[in-house]
């Protein structure tokens, strides 16, 4: 294990083996589905989304300070001297001040980094640290890189079929994006396709290269977002478009129909 750990929690939608390969500790984030709990899993996600379109009710909490203390003294035992604990955005979500909690038991110490952004604009975050810690960069450059990119990170978006109040309650096909801690409303769409052309046209108003990651909940919305995909790989400044998929840490506040993406400056 590297001297310094990098830690975050399941909202950031690290795939298991992004995980393996960058040696990022994982904390859950807690899910219950009609008042069960629920294993957050890769495997689970279509299951998920199928008792939620049929009506089932979604939770989640943040995670403990003990579980996160749990967490860093495990990396503590495998060999690390520090940790970078980056986690999504603290003004929708209480997960930071449980790190900030553990940070001060900590057996070793520990940085905590609020990306002001959310789902796979964490990953993002997540994924640059480990490439700066990787060449050698110091926790505190790291911890200024991550707050840099969190802060011109984009998304635009579209959640349907979750719970009331969890996100704006808007047209069918209403494109939003997360901005100052919010959801909100960037334009209503009367069908799938001009939703896809509205978040397309957000990507192309960049006059800077950019790198793109589109993902969907559902595996019903899987299309939607191959369209949104192909529209965005079809432009010149678009460098790279990556996908993912939405798990159910996000996925229970956003709706088993939602799909979008996030996009940032490639260099």
Known sequence: ???VAICTDSSALFPLDAVDRLGIT???IAITLD????????DAIDGFYARLSEGARATTSQPSPGEFLEAYARVEAGGAKEVLSIHLDTRISGT??????AAREA?????????RTVSFGVGVCVRAAAEAIATGASVPDTAATVGRLGAILRSAFVARGGPPGRVPDTPAFAVLEFTDG????????????EAIEAMANRVVEENRPVR???????????PSADALALSLASQSHVVQVERYRVGPAVGAHTGPLSFGAFWWPAS
Do not use: Q, Y
Request: net charge negative; with cysteine; aromatic share 2%.
């Open 1 to 3: 294990m590297s001297a």
């Open 96 to 101: 930071l001040a449980s790190a900030e909690l």
């Open 35 to 42: 008042g069960e709990s629920f294993d957050d899993r890769e």
């Open 212 to 222: 793109v990651g589109v993902g969907h909940a559902a595996a019903s919305t899987e």
């Open 182 to 193: 919010k959801a909100e409303p960037r334009g209503a769409c009367d069908t799938i396709g």
């Open 107 to 115: 057996p070793i110490p520990v940085t905590v980094v609020d990306t």
């Open 26 to 28: 994982v904390v859950p």
